[in-house]
Structure formats: C-alpha cells, structure tokens
C-alpha cells in the first residue's frame, strides 16, 4: 500500500513513518519542513507542501492508496484564529482531495480535547471513564478544530460511501512514558494523567488504514491512550482528591492506576492494544 503521511516530520509522523516501511509499505512524506532525522529508504518520497492549497493537495496524493492526515497545530497557540483556521483547512483539503482521488482509506489526527480539558476554562467531565459516547463541548479553538474536523469526516462519508475514515484522539503522545510520571499530579489533573506512547499511536493509524475485518465503516472516532495513568498515585485517590463528583459508569472500578479513557472501542474495532513499547 503507498500511503501519504500529512505532519510526517513530527512527533508521531516520524515514528508511523518508520513503522510503515517496516511493515512493507511505501511512503510519501508531506510536511512544511524535513524531519530532523532525515529518512533514507528506497520507498519513501519526502515532499515539502503547505496543505493549505487544496489544489497542491490533490496533485501530490494522486496514486496513493491511503492517507494519514497528522499536519495542523497542536495546541491553541494565541486562543485566536491561527490554529482554528489552519486545521480546519487542512483536514478539509485532505478529506476532499481523497474523495475526489477515490482514496478510500484515511486516518485524521483528533484529540482528546476534543472534549473540555486542559486548554479549557475549567474541564468538565459528565462520568468516567471517558468514552466515545461523552458530549464533545470544548471553548477553546483547538479543541473545536478537531471537533470541525470529525464534522468534515462524517459530511465526507455521506456524499462518497465507499470512504472510511478514522478520527483518532490522541492524548499527549511521549516517546519514553517515564517523562509524564516527572509531572505533579495536581498540574495534570486538567488532562486526566494520560498519555500515548508515539509508537503505539502509530500503530493505531495503520491499522485504521490496514483493518479489512469489515467490523467498521463510514467515520468513525476513536480515543488512544494508555490503560494506565501516568500517575504514581492511585486513581481512586486521585479521583477522590480531584473530581470527587464526577460519577463512575456501571460496572466501572478505579483499580491501581487504571485510566481514566475507555479505549475499548479501539481495541474491538482495530484490534489496537496500547504498548509503552512496540515491536513491528
């Protein structure tokens, strides 16, 4: 399979692009700038676009097969325009160039602030553990951008059908999970102590892309985080201590350091098991 890989010069475009060559696919790179460890393989092409032009965009995915989109802003920056604007446009212009394309598989970065988190005036959390099913109400712009994001998969796959398209919300990703259990727990409670390890988030993309079990089609979300919190502490203490009246869904139990994220559907849909370590 060739498959374009949008932000293939960052924190986890770098590692699916490595992944994806070692599992026999070729790669065409896009990105602004090179990554910083430039990529010698005889099947990866680096490309060097602003997605913004949706013209550019639909010229350098002709003959791919597959697209993961990971290229926008990650965070809020100025609370203004500049990364509301830029991610809209940009998963926009992929989701169309591949419709237009007949590129029927695409995997799209989302986030977990999708809903109200640490880039928000005060989170608020209705139960846990998180699922897919929790209102989606952010107020700030990043959050809403993967929001508008999602929105633009499922007006996507109305008009062209045969599209499946994956929104995977990513936690904080982290080559090496040790660095997030340095934070204080009172400074991530807003972010619920989680995490994805970057290779393991890369695995999730390609099996959104390489799954033919026919369990899913159409747009689909998905949360990807560890099972486990990046907190030492307990998370019956930490619930206790931080969102001591956000109720527990049925059958839920704050054993050890479980999560907070319900990545179930992940793993019944793609088969996608976190790991802090991933081999091919």
């Not at 998969?153 to 599209?163: E, F, G, N």
């Not at 290779?199 to 390489?210: H, I, P, Q, V």
Request: proline residues 6%; charged residues 20%.
């Amino acid at each position: 399979m060739k498959i374009a890989v949008t932000g293939s010069s960052g924190s986890v475009g770098s590692p699916l692009v490595a992944l994806a060559l070692a599992r026999g696919h070729s790669v065409l790179g896009l990105d602004i700038t090179p990554s910083k460890t430039p990529v010698h393989h005889p099947d990866f092409t680096f490309v060097s676009l602003d997605l913004r032009s949706y013209e550019d965009v639909v010229n350098v995915l002709r003959g791919c097969d597959a697209v993961v989109n990971l290229a926008g802003l990650p965070n809020p920056t100025d609370y203004v325009a500049a990364t509301h604007n830029t991610n809209v446009v940009i998963s926009w212009n992929v989701l169309r160039a591949a419709a237009e394309l007949g590129i029927d598989r695409v995997a799209q970065a989302s986030s977990v602030n999708i809903i109200t988190l640490v880039y928000s005036q005060r989170p608020r959390f209705e139960y846990f553990p998180i699922d897919e099913m929790h209102p989606c109400l952010p107020d700030e712009p990043y959050g809403l951008s993967k929001l508008i994001c999602e929105m633009q998969a499922d007006t996507i796959v109305r008009r062209y059908p045969s599209m499946r398209v994956a929104s995977l919300r990513l936690h904080w990703s982290l080559p090496d999970p040790t660095l997030a259990r340095k934070l204080d727990s009172s400074k991530a409670k807003n972010d619920l102590w989680g995490y994805v390890q970057e290779d393991s988030a890369a695995d999730a993309f390609l099996r959104a892309l390489t799954d033919d079990s026919d369990k899913w089609s159409g747009h689909e979300a998905f949360f990807i985080a560890s099972p486990t919190t990046a907190c030492e502490t307990e998370s019956k203490i930490l619930k206790e201590q931080f969102w001591p009246d956000v109720p527990l869904k049925s059958g839920f139990e704050l054993s050890g350091n479980i999560s907070f994220f319900d990545c179930s559907k992940a793993n019944g849909l793609l088969g996608w098991v976190h790991a802090d370590s991933l081999t091919t």
